[in-house]
């Protein structure tokens, strides 16, 4: 069933049925991560029912709950002002309501008789935690927004609400989708890399071509005097992904001048998208996804659909309302076109986002709207983002004229090499390759074993236990001495190390009590540097510079016989 009371009876069956298969299985876990409200009565009922909170199997477990999307209009609540049917819905839940009434119900929703799965789990779970920082920081500020006021600041105050990213397969998908041995972000030698990456990008040109021949696609193909460049879409047609953008907001012109204007009732001005269409005719757009079942998704695609019927639009637009796309076409989207769209934003966002990093496996740079887990995914050095090299282009402000502005950069990039937005210091447009933006899309490392180093510690906060000392040095050590010196760098790869990472950890363990362990992380860092080279080299005695001052002699001694080696 759909309605409110057959979710939470489903949830009830889900979290029942996880601790019964443990008990089962004769498992005895340290944590339980619960994803959402499906299995957010996990944490109520092992600590509220008796043979659950008395077994063995459960005595030092910790519960806690990753909140994906964390906007209420994603939660499950049920508002009763009938007491009697109030605890009705408590016994659904598995809650006694003389007993656990305020566990099942929220005393400070709006009405003060709310059922909240989310109230629920907030209050029973040891820790919670969301999927980006940026993300984190609006629940704690944004408290008219987001509710659950009190349990959010009481968590944050015991250090138990954390912020996790999302990873994605990244290598597996890239060897997957272009059929190599080995993918990009697995790939550390310069000489293969380049090597790959030309693989990589004439795979890319087949795509474009096999994209524009769909037959559900049809856009008009390229040829040897006629180079379109592709935005593509893949998203729920919602007003989460941001398709306001391209349909509520109309622009007019008058001369030279450009007016956008939010015009939600006007269901015939020009579009963001139709004007965008209409600037270029080389540009082509390709919208796929299902269509949300609300008003807001049935105006988008009322919209969309408008604009596919042109006859001026046939060739050079796509709308295909469909969510499951074959895998050929699925491949093709993200690797044929030349930029993916995902302005997503306002009240609820995008809390983490993996289109993103599905369309950087594809090496198709992201036009992306600079809120919550976009910030760290996406990186436009030239809007001010300074840990990654640029893989895609940013927009700030949820609005019609930024989304158009970016695309309009887009363009400009792909076609002259240089920004429209952004100047240097003589007044001239910023230059941009568009082959680097494919470059650093291809190789921004999104896999899991980068997240996963985060979702260690936060487990070990969690349980109070301490982690091993000088563990990523350890690996690297005993890995590094049965490499060949060209395959070093695929070491650090391996374990998800940036060359930061990699060196501090060999620096602290200079420091360890085992004289043996030592003198091995002295030799591997020198023998590392050798075989890197720069960047490495340089970073390397950066770093060590920085630590010379404040170590011991001995880890002092071991830093100068490091220098003198890789000098």
């Given at each position: 069933g759909t309605t409110g009371e057959d979710k939470i009876r489903r949830a009830r069956v889900l979290a029942q049925g996880t601790l019964e298969a443990l008990r089962a299985y004769n498992y005895y876990p340290s944590i339980i991560q619960t994803n959402e409200w499906p299995s957010w009565l996990v944490a109520a009922l092992m600590t509220t029912w008796k043979e659950y909170r008395d077994d063995p199997h459960f005595a030092q477990t910790k519960v806690g709950s990753m909140m994906h999307n964390p906007h209420p209009s994603y939660g499950i609540t049920l508002n009763e002002a009938n007491p009697v049917k109030r605890n009705?819905?408590?016994?659904?839940?598995?809650?006694?309501?003389?007993?656990?009434?305020?566990?099942?119900?929220?005393r400070y929703s709006p009405n003060g008789h709310q059922i909240d799965l989310m109230h629920t789990m907030l209050r029973s779970s040891h820790f919670i935690g969301t999927v980006s920082r940026a993300m984190k920081e609006r629940m704690l500020k944004e408290t008219w927004l987001f509710?659950?006021?009190?349990?959010?600041?009481?968590?944050?105050?015991?250090?138990?609400?954390?912020?996790?990213?999302?990873?994605?397969?990244?290598?597996?998908?890239?060897?997957?989708?272009?059929?190599?041995?080995?993918?990009?972000?697995?790939?550390?030698?310069?000489?293969?890399?380049?090597?790959?990456?030309?693989?990589?990008?004439?795979?890319?040109?087949?795509?474009?071509?096999?994209?524009?021949?769909?037959?559900?696609?049809?856009?008009?193909?390229?040829?040897?005097?006629?180079?379109?460049?592709?935005?593509?879409?893949?998203?729920?047609?919602?007003?989460?992904?941001?398709?306001?953008?391209?349909?509520?907001?109309?622009?007019?012109?008058?001369?030279?001048?450009?007016?956008?204007?939010?015009?939600?009732?006007?269901?015939?001005?020009?579009?963001?998208?139709?004007?965008?269409?209409?600037?270029?005719?080389?540009?082509?757009?390709?919208?796929?996804?299902?269509?949300?079942?609300?008003?807001?998704?049935?105006?988008?695609?009322?919209?969309?659909?408008?604009?596919?019927?042109?006859?001026?639009?046939?060739?050079?637009?796509?709308?295909?309302?469909?969510?499951?796309?074959?895998?050929?076409?699925?491949?093709?989207?993200?690797?044929?076109?030349?930029?993916?769209?995902?302005?997503?934003?306002?009240?609820?966002?995008e809390p983490c986002g993996i289109s993103q990093q599905e369309a950087h496996a594809g090496g198709t740079p992201v036009i992306a709207h600079h809120q919550d887990g976009l910030q760290h995914t996406v990186s436009d050095n030239d809007f001010g983002d300074k840990d990654y090299p640029a893989n895609g282009i940013k927009f700030t402000g949820f609005s019609g004229e930024g989304l158009l502005e970016a695309m309009l950069d887009a363009v400009e990039i792909y076609y002259h090499g240089r920004r429209r937005l952004y100047r240097d210091?003589?007044?001239?447009?910023?230059?941009?390759?568009?082959?680097?933006l494919v470059f650093h899309a291809f190789t921004r490392d999104h896999r899991w074993i980068k997240p996963l180093r985060d979702y260690i510690d936060m487990f070990a906060k969690v349980l109070g236990t301490a982690l091993p000392v000088h563990l990523d040095a350890l690996r690297l050590i005993e890995e590094i001495a049965y490499t060949e010196d060209g395959e070093t760098g695929d070491v650090l790869l391996k374990y998800g190390l940036s060359t930061e990472q990699a060196i501090l950890s060999l620096i602290a363990a200079m420091g360890c009590d085992v004289a043996s362990v030592r003198r091995a992380a002295a030799r591997t860092l020198v023998r590392l540097a050798q075989t890197l080279k720069n960047p490495f080299l340089s970073e390397a005695l950066k770093q060590i510079r920085q630590a010379m001052d404040s170590l011991d002699k001995n880890q002092t001694r071991l830093l100068e016989w490091c220098m003198e080696n890789m000098a």
């Amino acid at each position: 069933g759909t309605t409110g009371e057959d979710k939470i009876r489903r949830a009830r069956v889900l979290a029942q049925g996880t601790l019964e298969a443990l008990r089962a299985y004769n498992y005895y876990p340290s944590i339980i991560q619960t994803n959402e409200w499906p299995s957010w009565l996990v944490a109520a009922l092992m600590t509220t029912w008796k043979e659950y909170r008395d077994d063995p199997h459960f005595a030092q477990t910790k519960v806690g709950s990753m909140m994906h999307n964390p906007h209420p209009s994603y939660g499950i609540t049920l508002n009763e002002a009938n007491p009697v049917k109030r605890n009705y819905y408590c016994n659904v839940l598995g809650l006694d309501p003389r007993f656990h009434y305020d566990l099942a119900v929220n005393r400070y929703s709006p009405n003060g008789h709310q059922i909240d799965l989310m109230h629920t789990m907030l209050r029973s779970s040891h820790f919670i935690g969301t999927v980006s920082r940026a993300m984190k920081e609006r629940m704690l500020k944004e408290t008219w927004l987001f509710d659950h006021v009190w349990e959010f600041a009481e968590k944050e105050r015991l250090g138990m609400f954390f912020a996790r990213r999302n990873g994605f397969n990244m290598a597996a998908r890239q060897r997957f989708w272009f059929g190599t041995k080995k993918s990009l972000v697995e790939t550390w030698q310069p000489s293969a890399r380049r090597r790959l990456f030309y693989k990589y990008y004439a795979a890319k040109k087949t795509a474009k071509l096999d994209l524009q021949n769909n037959p559900y696609i049809r856009l008009t193909p390229d040829s040897e005097s006629l180079d379109h460049v592709i935005f593509g879409m893949l998203h729920r047609i919602s007003k989460q992904k941001g398709f306001e953008l391209l349909v509520d907001w109309k622009v007019y012109t008058d001369g030279p001048n450009r007016y956008v204007r939010h015009e939600t009732w006007n269901m015939n001005g020009n579009t963001v998208l139709e004007h965008f269409l209409q600037s270029n005719p080389r540009i082509q757009f390709v919208i796929c996804g299902r269509v949300e079942d609300s008003p807001d998704g049935r105006r988008y695609d009322a919209h969309l659909r408008r604009i596919a019927s042109r006859p001026d639009m046939a060739g050079r637009f796509a709308y295909y309302p469909e969510g499951n796309l074959s895998p050929d076409l699925y491949r093709n989207l993200y690797v044929g076109c030349q930029y993916f769209v995902m302005p997503s934003g306002g009240e609820v966002g995008e809390p983490c986002g993996i289109s993103q990093q599905e369309a950087h496996a594809g090496g198709t740079p992201v036009i992306a709207h600079h809120q919550d887990g976009l910030q760290h995914t996406v990186s436009d050095n030239d809007f001010g983002d300074k840990d990654y090299p640029a893989n895609g282009i940013k927009f700030t402000g949820f609005s019609g004229e930024g989304l158009l502005e970016a695309m309009l950069d887009a363009v400009e990039i792909y076609y002259h090499g240089r920004r429209r937005l952004y100047r240097d210091a003589n007044g001239k447009p910023k230059p941009l390759d568009y082959d680097d933006l494919v470059f650093h899309a291809f190789t921004r490392d999104h896999r899991w074993i980068k997240p996963l180093r985060d979702y260690i510690d936060m487990f070990a906060k969690v349980l109070g236990t301490a982690l091993p000392v000088h563990l990523d040095a350890l690996r690297l050590i005993e890995e590094i001495a049965y490499t060949e010196d060209g395959e070093t760098g695929d070491v650090l790869l391996k374990y998800g190390l940036s060359t930061e990472q990699a060196i501090l950890s060999l620096i602290a363990a200079m420091g360890c009590d085992v004289a043996s362990v030592r003198r091995a992380a002295a030799r591997t860092l020198v023998r590392l540097a050798q075989t890197l080279k720069n960047p490495f080299l340089s970073e390397a005695l950066k770093q060590i510079r920085q630590a010379m001052d404040s170590l011991d002699k001995n880890q002092t001694r071991l830093l100068e016989w490091c220098m003198e080696n890789m000098a």
